[in-house]
């Protein structure tokens, strides 16, 4: 193996598993593609997560962890602790770098493919930060793909415990919860305010350059700015030459997708963009995947009327 690691977390089994590990695999075959959780996928080292959660900067994080947010807190703490585990994973394995996808997004593209058009800074991190104000509260940016040297995580997770731990900082997160409940505070929030104080450390992903991009989600026809991608389908319109993605703006200017996100109802669509070989149990995910898909659009039909 000589490309960073891409590593995923996901403590439950899940029908889409499958598709999003042997999509990277496929992807970027050079990379080790590692599960952490309880539900391993035949083909595919899977490391429990038990092996991580003793981690020192973890407990750190629990003892100053407030929940803030309209989600359940064992899910929001989780999301915050996958960071951690991370780091801890990275640190004991002597890695420099590695590249974190959630369980829903399909990738396209080696690590290295991804840093010829969004080159990550010595120590940095890329990941996907959409345009706002920070007046508006929004404060939002996601890892769903996301690619870490161990530095910038190393500070990632030191900045976290900082955000709850020093009053100053958690002054931010009561605010954002007091004014802007609408998602709360999450592992989101600080990913953005952590970009927002080292803007030359963290290099957006969402942000299209020489023609090339990551998708943020692919529900939505924003990404870095709003209303930038044309739909089709309730999606992303998106068109296939071979393994290649495209994506396209409003204007019809073609975009090269390294990435697709399939957040949310988004994963009953996501056998239809799978590019990578066949597994066991395949053809039964892909049918039940399309029955549920079609039975959905016409519930919405029916409320429609």
Request: charged share 20%; net charge positive; hydrophobic share 40%.
């Amino acid at each position: 193996m000589t490309s960073p690691p891409v590593v995923f977390f996901h403590r439950n089994w899940s029908w889409y598993l499958p598709y999003v590990l042997h999509q990277a695999r496929a992807a970027s075959p050079g990379s080790e593609v590692l599960l952490v959780g309880e539900a391993p996928v035949p083909g595919f080292p899977c490391l429990p997560l038990k092996d991580l959660e003793r981690s020192e900067r973890a407990a750190a994080f629990r003892r100053v962890y407030r929940h803030m947010s309209p989600n359940p807190e064992p899910y929001e703490l989780f999301c915050f602790l996958r960071w951690f585990y991370l780091l801890e994973l990275m640190e004991a394995r002597g890695l420099s770098k590695a590249m974190h996808l959630d369980s829903d997004f399909l990738l396209y593209a080696s690590p290295e493919a991804v840093e010829r058009t969004h080159p990550i800074p010595p120590g940095g991190a890329g990941y996907s930060i959409p345009a706002q104000t920070h007046e508006s509260l929004a404060w939002h940016a996601s890892a769903h793909v996301g690619l870490f040297t161990v530095e910038a995580l190393r500070a990632l997770c030191d900045f976290a415990v900082a955000s709850y731990a020093e009053p100053a900082r958690l002054a931010q997160y009561e605010h954002k919860w007091k004014h802007h409940g609408y998602g709360g505070v999450c592992d989101m929030t600080t990913l953005y305010l952590f970009a927002r104080e080292q803007p030359g450390r963290v290099v957006n992903l969402a942000e299209a350059r020489g023609g090339v991009v990551m998708d943020h989600n692919v529900n939505l026809p924003d990404n870095h700015g709003e209303g930038e991608y044309q739909l089709e389908g309730g999606l992303k319109r998106v068109a296939f030459d071979g393994d290649r993605a495209t994506v396209f703006r409003t204007d019809g200017t073609p975009v090269q997708a390294l990435g697709l996100h399939f957040q949310g109802s988004g994963k009953l669509s996501l056998p239809r963009f799978y590019r990578g070989p066949g597994f066991p149990g395949k053809a039964l995910s892909d049918l039940n995947a399309g029955f549920k898909r079609v039975t959905r659009r016409v519930k919405r039909a029916i409320r429609g009327r």
